[in-house]
C-alpha cells in the first residue's frame, strides 16, 4: 500500500458510522415523533368524550320528571343578552382546580368561554364580558351532578375524573349558529327564539316565547331549542369543544278534530264536535249546542271541525260540525305537519302489528307496491289499547293503565267493533268498517275512510290526521262521531330527556 493512502479504509468506515448513526438518531426522532402524536390524539380523543359526556350529563338532568334530589336541571326562561339568561355546570378535577365565572369570563385563562362572545356578537349583542347587567346570575352557576371526583370514580372499572370543565346551557336564538341560521336568513330575527315542532326547528313568531302570535294560524305545539356547549381540558392541556341543540318533544295540539292535508269528502251521517271535551261541557237542546268550562278550566273553542290544507266538500242535511270558529270547516290552511317524521316519532318503541301479539302478515300485492297489511276483524275483541270507562279528563300519559301506541306499517281494513286507547299509526291507507271506539290521535299517512259507524257512543275521542284524502262514508251503518279531546292526545314525555337534535365540535 501506497504511503500516502494508508487510513483511507478506516476513514471510510468512520465515515459509515456516521451516516449510520445519523439514520439511527433521525429513527430514533422519527419514533418519540409518533410517540408523542399518538400521545396527542389519545388525549385530544380523550378531551372530545369527556366533553361529550358532559353534555350527555346535562341533557339527562334535564329531564322533567326528575326531582331536585335527582340532579333535575331546569333551562333558562329568557333570552340570552338578559338577566339569568344563561347556566354553567362547573366541574372542576379536585379541590386545586377552580372553574368560577371569574374564569370563564377571562380571555387570558384557559377556561375562557370564547364561544358565547361569537355566538352573541352575531346575536348583536357585544358585551361579553358583561360589564353591567348579569346574564349568568348568582343562582345559576350549579355543580355537577353526580360528582365526578367520588372516592369510587379512581377504581375500576371507573376511569377517573371526567376532564370537562364547564357547560353552559341557553336557549338557542337565530343567529346562534351564524352563518348557518335556522331561516336561513342571519340578516334579520337574529335574536328571535328558535322552537321545536316535534319534526323540525323553526323560528319562532313571538320574540320572547315558543307561543304562536295572538290570532294567528294554528300551529303544532312547539318548545324551546337549548344549546349545549361543553368545555373539556385534560391534564395535558388538550381541549375540545362541542356543542348539542336538545328540545322536549312537544304535545300534539291539532288545529281541528280531523286534520286533512287533502281533500275531503263528506258522505252519510257525521258529527264532528270540535269543543275541547277535556276542558268544556257542551249540551244540545233543539239543535243548538252550548259549552261551558268545566270546573278550574277554561273552555277551549279554538278548534276547527275540519282542518285541510285542501278543500272540503259542502256538508248535507245529515253532517253536524260543532265549534267556537265560524266557520266550523277551515279550507286551503297552511299544513303544519311533517307526516314522515310523524310517523317516525310515534312508530319508535310502538307495538308493531308484525309481532306478537297480533302477528299480521303484511306483503306489498304486488312489485314496488306499499305493504298491505289485509282485512283484519277484530270479532269483538280486538283492541289496540284498553279503553277507559271514561272520555279522560287530564292529560293522558304513555304510563296509565291501558295505553298503548300501535304501528301499522300498510294499508290495513279494520272490520268488526276494534277499540284502543293510545296512539293508532298507519303508515298507509286506513278503512274502518263497522264499529270503533278509540280514545287518543289517529295518524295515517294515506287515505283514512269510514265506511260504517257502530254505535251511538263517540267512534274516536281525540283526534285524527290524515295525509291524503279524508273519506267519512257511513252509508254502510251507523254514524261517524268524532270528539275532539285535548287530553286524550299524547302529551310530553315527562320521563325521558330531551331529544338531541344536533351535535357538533366548535373551533375556538
Not at 203 to 214: E, I, K, R
Not at 376 to 405: E, I, K, N, R
Request: charged letters at 10%; proline letters at 6%.
Amino acid at each position: 500500500m501506497r504511503r500516502n493512502e494508508r487510513g483511507i479504509a478506516l476513514l471510510l468506515c468512520i465515515m459509515a458510522l456516521m451516516v449510520l448513526t445519523g439514520i439511527a438518531i433521525g429513527l430514533m426522532y422519527m419514533t418519540d415523533s409518533e410517540t408523542l402524536v399518538n400521545a396527542n390524539y389519545r388525549t385530544s380523543q380523550q378531551a372530545y368524550f369527556a366533553a361529550l359526556a358532559g353534555l350527555q350529563n346535562v341533557r339527562q338532568r334535564m329531564t322533567p320528571g326528575l326531582s331536585a334530589a335527582q340532579g333535575l336541571l331546569a333551562g333558562p326562561t329568557v333570552l340570552p343578552g338578559t338577566a339569568n339568561s344563561f347556566v354553567y355546570v362547573v366541574n372542576p378535577y379536585d379541590s386545586n382546580d377552580t372553574v368560577k365565572l371569574a374564569q370563564i369570563q377571562n380571555s387570558a385563562n384557559q377556561y375562557y368561554d370564547g364561544e358565547l362572545k361569537a355566538e352573541l356578537t352575531a346575536q348583536g349583542i357585544s358585551t361579553w364580558p358583561q360589564s353591567s347587567g348579569n346574564y349568568v346570575g348568582g343562582n345559576n352557576l350549579t355543580a355537577e351532578f353526580p360528582a365526578s371526583n367520588s372516592s369510587l370514580s379512581g377504581t375500576g372499572p371507573y376511569m377517573g375524573p371526567l376532564r370537562y370543565k364547564w357547560v353552559r346551557v341557553n336557549w338557542k336564538t337565530n343567529a346562534a349558529t351564524a352563518p348557518y341560521c335556522t331561516n336561513a336568513d342571519c340578516s334579520s330575527s337574529k335574536t328571535s327564539p328558535i322552537c321545536w315542532d316535534g319534526s323540525r326547528e323553526q323560528v319562532a313568531a313571538s320574540t320572547t316565547s315558543c307561543l304562536p302570535p295572538a290570532g294567528g294560524t294554528p300551529l303544532p305545539g312547539l318548545t324551546p331549542v337549548y344549546q349545549l356547549t361543553s368545555l373539556a381540558v385534560t391534564s395535558s392541556l388538550a381541549t375540545r369543544m362541542l356543542q348539542m341543540e336538545v328540545a322536549q318533544d312537544p304535545p300534539i295540539t291539532t288545529p281541528g278534530a280531523v286534520d286533512s292535508q287533502d281533500h275531503v269528502n263528506l258522505q252519510g251521517n257525521l258529527d264532528v264536535n270540535a269543543y275541547d271535551y277535556c276542558s268544556c261541557s257542551c249540551t244540545t237542546s233543539k239543535g243548538v249546542t252550548t259549552c261551558v268550562s268545566r270546573s278550574g278550566k277554561t273552555c277551549d273553542a279554538s278548534k276547527y271541525s275540519l282542518y285541510a290544507h285542501g278543500t272540503v266538500d259542502p256538508p248535507n242535511g245529515s253532517e253536524t260540525f260543532e265549534s267556537g270558529q265560524s266557520p266550523a270547516i277551515a279550507q286551503n290552511q297552511p299544513w303544519p305537519y311533517d307526516l314522515t317524521n310523524l310517523v317516525n316519532r310515534f312508530s319508535q318503541n310502538a307495538v308493531n302489528v308484525t309481532k306478537s301479539p297480533y302477528n299480521w302478515t303484511c306483503t306489498p300485492q304486488s312489485t314496488g307496491d306499499p305493504l298491505n297489511c289485509g282485512n283484519q276483524a277484530a270479532a269483538g275483541t280486538g283492541t289496540m289499547g284498553t279503553v277507559p270507562a271514561s272520555a279522560p279528563l287530564s292529560q293522558v300519559q304513555s304510563s296509565d293503565t291501558g295505553y298503548q301506541v300501535t304501528y301499522v306499517p300498510g294499508d290495513v281494513r279494520l272490520t268488526g267493533g276494534w277499540s284502543g286507547f293510545g296512539v293508532l299509526v298507519v303508515n298507509g291507507n286506513l278503512d274502518i268498517h263497522g264499529g270503533f271506539n278509540f280514545d287518543g290521535l289517529i295518524i295515517v299517512s294515506g287515505v283514512i275512510s269510514f265506511t260504517g259507524g257502530g254505535s251511538d257512543k263517540v267512534n274516536v275521542n281525540g283526534a285524527i290526521i290524515a295525509g291524503q284524502q279524508s273519506v267519512v262514508d257511513n252509508t254502510l251503518g251507523g254514524s261517524a262521531n268524532i270528539q275532539y279531546n285535548a287530553c286524550a292526545l299524547p302529551g310530553p314525555n315527562t320521563a325521558q330527556p330531551p331529544r338531541s337534535l344536533a351535535v357538533r365540535e366548535l373551533n375556538f
